[in-house]
């Protein structure tokens, strides 16, 4: 009880003291109780005091660290003008048409995006070979310009149906080099981690690891690769060299067809040099005996 007494004769006293402290000040400014119009143009200001802590401008920080915004950052870094040069092209999706053999079929490459001199493409394909197997098969590559030098490199991996499913990673490169605008110079390699063998019918079809390189003679009309590059050769279980032969036909600037016949030469020089073979039995390779 002693305690509540005291508590109310305290606040009694400050609120007299308070009161007596609001009159001095009265009496001091008598401009204080004028309240001024406000125009219906203008709208009234509102004191600091009533702010909330959001509404309230804060001072600046010293702390470099504290006022660093990663959005301006990125801006510094990405400026409107990259976004400008960024190209991007649209990368379609197959369409089947159910009335066609081999409905699933489909072969698609292109450009994804440019950016200068940096570009990215991609493929991807489908292919139904009746009886035999069937295939599938994407890759992701970059490539860069510096002057007369061109650098790519890709990913890629591929499936193969056949009494079981196969599947293939790779990884690869290419280095060339632009002398003028006829001739070039180029540097190529492509690993994968297997390099399956089915059957002779399929051989063709089943992607293995090279490495090479080869010069290119081009005009407005005809072109012709000439080089060399060894390769791995899944039947036989060996790596095997042979030469690139390649003409070309530019029959438009979005359509040239190719005849590689280095395989084809390489079978003619043996036959002259060494003289026919004797048709006897084929001798499977070791992992199938």
């Given amino acids: 009880m002693k305690k509540l007494l005291f508590l109310l004769v305290s606040l009694a ?3 007299v003291a308070t009161a007596q402290e609001n009159k ?3 009496k001091q400014n008598p401009e204080m109780k004028v309240n001024t119009p406000v125009s219906s143009n203008e709208s009234p200001t509102t004191s600091p005091s009533l702010l909330s802590p959001f509404d309230r401008e804060l ?4 702390n470099p660290l ?5 959005v301006n950052f990125f801006h510094q870094i990405w400026s409107d003008n990259d976004r400008m040069n960024m190209h991007l092209s649209p990368f379609q999706m197959p369409v089947y048409n159910p009335n066609l053999p081999h409905q699933y079929d489909y072969s698609n490459a292109g450009t994804i995006a440019e950016y200068g001199n940096l570009r990215f493409y991609g493929s991807s394909n489908h292919t139904e070979y009746t009886n035999m197997m069937v295939t599938q098969g994407a890759s992701l590559g970059a490539s860069e310009t510096f002057g007369a030098f061109t650098l790519s490199a890709n990913l890629s991996a591929n499936r193969y149906f056949t009494n079981a499913i196969t ?3 790779g990884i690869g490169g290419q280095l060339s080099y632009q002398f003028n605008s006829n001739l070039s110079a180029t540097m190529f390699g492509q690993y994968f981690n297997r390099n399956p063998y089915f059957s002779m019918a399929s051989y063709p ?3 293995a690891s090279r490495y090479g390189g080869f010069f290119s003679i081009d005009s407005k009309r005809v072109g012709l690769d000439l080089g060399v590059q060894r390769y791995y050769d899944a039947f036989r279980q060996m790596w ?3 030469p690139i032969v390649t003409p070309k036909i530019h029959f438009s600037t979005k359509f040239t067809m190719e005849l590689p016949v280095g395989e084809l030469l390489k079978d003619v020089a043996e036959r002259a040099i060494f003289g026919k073979r004797s048709r006897g039995p084929i001798i499977m ?3 199938m005996r």
């Fill in 285 to 287: 390779p070791p992992g």
């Fill in 59 to 62: 001072p600046p920080l010293n």
């Fill in 13 to 15: 006293i400050a609120n």
């Fill in 205 to 207: 079809f089943v992607q």
């Fill in 240 to 242: 095997v060299i042979s």
């Fill in 167 to 169: 599947t293939q990673y």
């Fill in 24 to 26: 001095h000040l009265e």
């Fill in 66 to 70: 504290h006022t660093a915004d990663s």
